[in-house]
C-alpha cells in the first residue's frame, strides 16, 4: 500500500487540519502542491476529485475523498492502532462528545473566525477593501462563542475532556491564523481557559510541525 495524499498547501486552513491528524496519526502522506493563485484547484483534473474545487482533496489507494474533518475520521477509522489512539473519542458519550465539539468548531467557532481571518488577513494580502462593519459583527459573534469554550474549559482540560481529540485540532488551523498573523489573538489569549487550552495545543510537536510547513508560499 503506498502512501495516502494530500492535494493542496499547506497554508490553507483545511489543508493544515488533514495534516495535523496525519501527524499525530503517524501516518505517512504525499502532499501534492495545487497552486490557488494559478487555479488549479478549478481544473477539470481537479474537479474530478473536489467537485467544489476547493483544497484539499485526499486519495488513499483508490478511494477519494474531501472535506476536512470527514478525511480527518476517515484517517481515525483507518489506522486505529497508529500514533493517537484517542483522537475520536472512546465508548458511546465519548466519540459524541468529539463529534459534538467537532461540529461546534465547524458550525459555530468557524464562521466567525474564518470571516475575520479573510478580512484581515487575505483581503489586505489581495489588496480587497476591508469591510469594518463585518470585522466588527465576527469579532462580536466570536467573542460570545468563546465565552461558551471558556466555560466548558473551566470544567475540563480539552473540549471533548481530558484527552487531546479531533475537536480541539479542528481549531488549530483558524486559531492559529487569529494568534499569528492578526492583532485579535488577545480574542482568545486573554480568556482564561481558552488561552490555556490553546497555549497546550498549539505546542504539541504535530501542530508545531504544520506551521514550519504552512511558512511555505502559496504552492
Ligand atoms: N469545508 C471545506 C472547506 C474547504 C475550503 O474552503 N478550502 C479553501 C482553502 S482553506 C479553498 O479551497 N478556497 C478556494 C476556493 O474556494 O476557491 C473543508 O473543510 O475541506
Request: glycine share 6%; net charge positive.
Amino acid at each position: 500500500m503506498g502512501s495516502v495524499k494530500v492535494y493542496g498547501p499547506p497554508m490553507s486552513t483545511a489543508v493544515s487540519r488533514v495534516l495535523a491528524c496525519l501527524l499525530e496519526k503517524e501516518v505517512e502522506f504525499q502532499l501534492l502542491p495545487i497552486n490557488l493563485s494559478k487555479g488549479q484547484h478549478k481544473s477539470p483534473d481537479f474537479l474530478k476529485l473536489q467537485p467544489f474545487g476547493q483544497v484539499p482533496a485526499f486519495q488513499d489507494d483508490s478511494t477519494t475523498l474531501f472535506e476536512s474533518r470527514a478525511i480527518c475520521r476517515y484517517i481515525c477509522d483507518k489506522f486505529p492502532a497508529q500514533g493517537n489512539k484517542s483522537l475520536m473519542g472512546s465508548g458511546q458519550v465519548g466519540r459524541a462528545l468529539v463529534d459534538q465539539w467537532v461540529e461546534a468548531e465547524a458550525q459555530s467557532f468557524n464562521p466567525p473566525s474564518s470571516a475575520l481571518i479573510f478580512q484581515l488577513v487575505f483581503a489586505p494580502s489581495m489588496r480587497l477593501k476591508t469591510d469594518p462593519a463585518a470585522i466588527r459583527e465576527s469579532e462580536a459573534k466570536l467573542k460570545k462563542v468563546l465565552d461558551v469554550y471558556d466555560r466548558r474549559l473551566g470544567e475540563c482540560r480539552f473540549l471533548a475532556g481530558d484527552e487531546f481529540s479531533l475537536a480541539d485540532l479542528s481549531h488549530l488551523p483558524n486559531a492559529h491564523y487569529l494568534v499569528t498573523a492578526t492583532d485579535r489573538g488577545h480574542i482568545l489569549t486573554s480568556r482564561k481557559n481558552v488561552g490555556r487550552w490553546w497555549e497546550e495545543i498549539s505546542t504539541r510537536p504535530s501542530w508545531k510541525k504544520v506551521a514550519e510547513m504552512r511558512k511555505a508560499p502559496l504552492a
